[in-house]
């Protein structure tokens, strides 16, 4: 074969091009993004040691840098006014062009799944997704993942230009707060969703915040070295050690098959009372696939007949199946599933109702109202709520732990690589998972704010928080103890760091849904907050605050900020009112507007002390507003002992 001699200059040109890595960004650009107006726009990513970057934008022209020794780089853009679409060019070895960016207002969203909650299962959904033209409202969501050490980028992620195609599975608060704000500032919005159900604030915080908190550096120190993956392992062996011991070895491949039939014997398996979270009946932290059976009897006269049958809501995924013949499957966490069985499939006698439910990550199970659990021939109903046979057939865990596991782990991998992306603010909503030690809330969530601002170092950027919205958690109240008034108390304390402002939702929430799905409300009232504090908007932003109290007598007065054009007593006498004496004992009160204050009372306190206002889980018969339509915040007067005082984060609890 004949040798081919290249030129000396050839082989040192092809040596010269494979030496450079293509110079790339992080997954939080991309095409259709929105930069921040009116602020200088860091642009940053890596290439080869020493290399020269060149990034244009608009009409900023050749802006250079040469990567660090780790291949490195940034270069800030001038600040630019809304507008767009525009093109991002950055240039190395090769380049690298976005499309189709506009410059606007960029707001992170997050929180738990009150934040991931997507439009598509709002109230009037079908409309709202049919109206959502707006294409200069973009959004991007940062994959769920979870990480023991802080990323440089985010897993993955495409930003969407809002439509009636892509707005179904926007955060529902988010875009509703980005819609209000679009109507009244006619600029693009960006939207940065990272946000993941069921997680607790310290997962969202830093291990240099923790170390810089007096309240949780002792924690902090001693959280251990981790492998994710041996960790998961071992996870799953104690997870699979005690199903055995509950239903015995977990099915051989193909087993499952039978066990949809009305024939199948599942005397040997356990029970759980439904409607019920597995979480809360012995399965904690089990993630993947459980069987429910449940017999109901059919009447001679109605075997054969077309019936109904309702199971509340399911916890992710469902498939049913009724005498073995599926009925129905619905995949979503938060939806009532009502399925039709056909004529011809109940029989005379003994019928089984099997339900295959698959939880993808956090609540597993079948949950909600009991009365929303029954199965219905005509205008005969059965309740389906009691006690349900169940059987695991797998369980998930084999390659990752869950997000609250351990602290820091959502700060490293879905806040860390996000930073610093030039950002306006963010909007939160979270809490529910933290009820539990709300008292210690009042540290963990200013902690995680400050957290996030000292990492962006954009000083103390507007930070927004939805207050819980009302839910009947535990019957809580003023007499036996709510954890979820003393979440809203921690929220509302947090109002004393700057630039921050609190939405509140107790009469939007659902005394039986943790998933309220009124969110229009939600991010028209954090769009509030932002218009008056963020964009010098004289609107208001806030109901009635409580201010000061003053005892006459056998009389309370209460007075409030934010009264507005007034006080107002929305649907009739005042509700959700209490007052107490020396005895620390509440009765319900009477509340009467007394020009810009409230007097409170009740006949069985003749020397009253304290009054609480909306104290409970579920609140929503709270209705003291102002004019302007903003529900009263919920409050106390008294300092009397929390009862979730001496609850603590522990890691791994």
Not at 219 to 225: D, E, L, N, R, V
Not at 390 to 412: C, H, Q, R
Not at 493 to 499: D, F, G, K, P, R
Not at 561 to 583: H, N, R
């Amino acid at each position: 074969m004949k040798k081919i001699i290249l030129p000396l200059f050839f082989i040192l040109a092809l040596s010269s091009v494979s030496s450079f890595a293509n110079v790339r960004l992080p997954k939080i650009f991309g095409d259709n993004m929105v930069l921040q107006r009116n602020k200088q726009i860091p642009v940053w990513g890596w290439a080869d040691a020493g290399e020269q970057v060149t990034v244009q934008f608009h009409k900023q022209e050749d802006k250079t840098v040469k990567a660090d020794a780790t291949g490195k780089w940034m270069i800030m853009l001038d600040p630019e006014k809304a507008g767009g679409p525009f093109v991002l060019t950055v240039k190395a070895g090769n380049t690298v062009t976005l499309a189709n960016v506009l410059v606007g207002e960029v707001w992170v969203c997050s929180g738990q799944s009150n934040m991931e909650f997507a439009v598509r299962s709002t109230i009037n959904s079908e409309k709202e997704i049919a109206d959502a033209n707006y294409p200069q409202i973009r959004h991007i969501k940062v994959p769920n993942t979870v990480s023991v050490t802080p990323k440089d980028d985010i897993a993955g992620g495409e930003w969407k230009i809002c439509s009636p195609g892509t707005a179904g599975e926007f955060t529902a608060v988010g875009y509703f707060f980005a819609r209000e704000l679009y109507n009244q500032l006619h600029v693009p919005i960006g939207l940065i969703n990272t946000s993941w159900g069921g997680t607790h604030v310290e997962t969202w915080t830093s291990r240099h915040g923790f170390e810089e908190s007096d309240e949780f550096k002792t924690m902090i120190a001693g959280m251990p070295q981790l492998n994710l993956d041996s960790f998961a392992a071992v996870k799953k062996a104690a997870m699979i050690q005690k199903l055995t011991a509950l239903q015995g070895p977990l099915p051989a491949a193909g087993e499952t098959e039978q066990w949809k039939d009305a024939a199948f014997n599942d005397g040997q398996w356990p029970v759980m009372q439904l409607p019920n979270l597995w979480e809360n009946k012995g399965l904690p932290d089990l993630d993947g696939f459980v069987w429910f059976r449940k017999e109901v009897t059919v009447a001679p006269d109605e075997a054969g007949k077309e019936a109904v049958l309702e199971l509340s809501m399911i916890d992710d995924n469902d498939i049913t199946y009724v005498n073995g013949v599926k009925v129905g499957s619905i995949r979503s966490y938060n939806t009532k599933r009502k399925y039709t069985i056909p004529a011809g499939v109940l029989k005379a006698g003994k019928n089984v109702i099997a339900v295959r439910v698959e939880d993808t990550g956090g609540g597993g199970g079948i949950y909600g109202d009991a009365g929303d659990m029954k199965f219905t021939i005509g205008s005969n109903a059965q309740s389906l709520a009691g006690d349900w046979k169940f059987k695991v057939e797998d369980a998930f865990m084999s390659s990752t732990i869950g997000p609250n596991s351990y602290p820091t782990l959502l700060y490293n991998a879905m806040v860390n690589p996000l930073i610093p992306y030039a950002i306006e603010g963010a909007i939160w909503y979270q809490g529910e998972a933290n009820a539990g030690r709300a008292y210690q809330y009042r540290k963990a969530f200013p902690l995680m704010i400050q957290d996030w601002r000292w990492h962006w170092g954009e000083g103390d950027f507007p930070f927004l928080f939805v207050q819980l919205a009302s839910f009947n958690s535990a019957n809580g109240n003023s007499n036996n103890g709510s954890t979820w008034a003393e979440l809203r108390e921690a929220q509302t304390m947090t109002l004393s760091l700057n630039n921050t402002g609190m939405a509140v939702t107790t009469d939007v929430g659902e005394e039986k849904d943790i998933h309220p799905k009124n969110k229009q409300e939600v991010g028209k009232r954090l769009a509030a907050v932002a218009l008056n504090k963020v964009y010098g908007k004289k609107n208001m932003f806030s109901g009635p605050m409580y201010q000061k109290m003053e005892v006459a007598g056998n009389k309370i007065n209460i007075s409030f900020l934010y009264t507005g054009g007034g006080l107002v007593a929305k649907g009739g006498d005042l509700q959700a009112f209490e007052i107490a004496g020396t005895d620390h004992i509440f009765y319900p009160a009477k509340a009467a507007i007394e020009g810009d204050h409230l007097a409170v009372y009740s006949d069985k306190v003749p020397n009253p002390v304290a009054v609480r206002f909306a104290w409970s889980d579920y609140a929503g018969t709270a209705n003291l507003y102002n004019k302007e339509g903003f529900p009263a915040v919920p409050f106390r007067t008294d300092d009397w002992k929390e009862m979730t005082r001496d609850g603590k984060f522990v890691i791994g609890q």
